[in-house]
């Protein structure tokens, strides 16, 4: 494609045929808002279902766990139920709770009860480029379990520092014979890289071992078929793509073969329903998804996802997929044609490709720091990528053009260097 080609005029006449920008219903607080993957903004429809619940905790007080609208009581529930579609699962396979980082506990944490139960191995299998979080979580649960993390942790290091290979997956269950769960995210939050979800499922159970999976940054970007695949369990986040607000409680997954089973941390918001309140000591697990929900359920957080999922029921997440892959194409396009002095480092195939987009320099850093300067919101992740986020409810051709436009402006004028090395904060 030349200049004119890639140019403004081509980007406003992208946006006049989509069709799906629904940006007059978010508030966004930069001009070009293109943190998506990290934070979802507001949106006037996650604020309506907010105010309805504190209306309702105005005028009813504790009656909203009987007669809010839904009852309060089966929120969890009944959120999970409208979730359920996007992921692929039967409704009762999918509930709102807890934190992703807590979710990663008790889940991981009855599979591995399983495991030995089971007489199934109890390593774990996970990879280099993981988030964090799932790696304190997991080698927790092998402490709690007297399993020294060192020796049940079976880590698959990328080939490339960005992205894993299948085949990577299956070599390291093929040297280890007694694995008992694989564990991956189905997009990796650097690279933006979208695994194979029914090949890895199907590795694992080849080898006898469950497969779970870190859905965090693929939750309403990306639609999945988790029951149709087989995958043992999940859990992901809703404050990325599913704009429900910092810190909103969790989503999870769980077969239903393993509805019934002891949750490794039970907590009485997972207790059966129907005898909850009988104030037994002996804890019954629902026979659902909803007794891996530990204490009760914040409805304040909770409330504003009700309001996202109108948005997305509205679109489709399908049209939402189609949308995000456009976009995130069209911006592979411009930094190949505008910024050769950058990597793209996410896969180019769009069935490998969350999302989020990669851009890596040496200055990554201080580049991200002058796009804020300017009203553009990326976000740093180390060594050297920023992560561009074209979330396809809000964000247009147009603002994908100009964001690439200040990068290059910040290039050639080398505005980057007026700011300071990387500290400790937050990026």
């Given at each position: ?12 006449r992208l946006d006049d045929a989509a069709g799906v920008n629904l940006r007059d219903r978010f508030y966004l607080p930069d001009d070009l808002y293109l943190d998506g993957n990290s934070l979802g903004p507001l949106s006037t429809d996650a604020e309506r279902s907010l105010q309805r619940v504190i209306d309702e905790w105005r005028e009813r007080g504790i009656r909203g766990w009987t007669d809010g ?158 029951a149709e695949s087989g995958v043992d369990f999940a859990v992901w986040c809703h404050y990325k793509y599913l704009n429900a607000g910092p810190g909103a409680i969790a989503g999870l997954y769980v077969h239903r073969d393993y509805h019934g089973e002891l949750p490794a941390l039970a907590g009485w918001w997972g207790h059966e329903k129907e005898t909850q309140f009988e104030m037994q000591l002996t ?145």
């Amino acid at each position: 494609m030349d200049d004119h080609e890639l140019g403004r005029e081509r980007a406003q006449r992208l946006d006049d045929a989509a069709g799906v920008n629904l940006r007059d219903r978010f508030y966004l607080p930069d001009d070009l808002y293109l943190d998506g993957n990290s934070l979802g903004p507001l949106s006037t429809d996650a604020e309506r279902s907010l105010q309805r619940v504190i209306d309702e905790w105005r005028e009813r007080g504790i009656r909203g766990w009987t007669d809010g609208e839904p009852p309060w009581f089966h929120y969890g529930e009944h959120l999970g139920t409208r979730l359920a579609p996007l992921v692929g699962a039967r409704e009762d396979e999918v509930v709102v709770a807890n934190s992703t980082t807590v979710n990663i506990h008790t889940l991981v944490g009855t599979f591995l009860d399983l495991c030995a139960e089971s007489n199934r191995g109890q390593k774990i299998v996970v990879n280099d480029l993981d988030f964090p979080t799932d790696h304190y979580a997991i080698r927790s649960q092998l402490r709690l379990r007297g399993l020294d993390p060192d020796d049940h942790l079976v880590i698959v290091e990328s080939h490339d520092g960005r992205t894993l290979r299948e085949d990577d997956i299956a070599a390291a269950l093929d040297e280890h014979d007694d694995v008992g769960i694989v564990f991956m995210p189905s997009v990796f939050y650097r690279s933006g890289q979208l695994l194979d979800i029914d090949s890895v499922t199907d590795l694992a159970h080849e080898h006898d071992a469950f497969a779970g999976f870190d859905l965090a940054h693929s939750v309403g970007a990306v639609p999945h078929s988790l029951a149709e695949s087989g995958v043992d369990f999940a859990v992901w986040c809703h404050y990325k793509y599913l704009n429900a607000g910092p810190g909103a409680i969790a989503g999870l997954y769980v077969h239903r073969d393993y509805h019934g089973e002891l949750p490794a941390l039970a907590g009485w918001w997972g207790h059966e329903k129907e005898t909850q309140f009988e104030m037994q000591l002996t804890y019954t697990p629902a026979r659902s998804a909803g007794a891996w929900q530990i204490g009760t359920i914040p409805i304040l957080s909770a409330a504003p996802l009700a309001g996202v999922l109108d948005i997305v029921d509205e679109v489709g997440i399908e049209t939402v997929r189609e949308r995000s892959v456009e976009l995130t194409e069209y911006l592979i396009s411009l930094v190949d044609e505008r910024l050769p002095e950058c990597t793209v480092g996410t896969p180019r195939d769009p069935d490998r490709r969350g999302g989020h987009v990669a851009i890596e320099h040496p200055e990554g850093y201080r580049i991200n720091e002058a796009l804020k300067a300017r009203g553009v919101v990326v976000d740093f992740r180390p060594p050297n990528v920023i992560r561009v986020c074209p979330s396809p409810l809000y964000v247009g051709f147009e603002d994908v053009w100009e964001a690439v436009e200040h990068l290059r402006e910040i290039l050639d004028e080398g505005a980057y260097e007026q700011f300071e090395e990387r500290g400790g904060g937050v990026t």
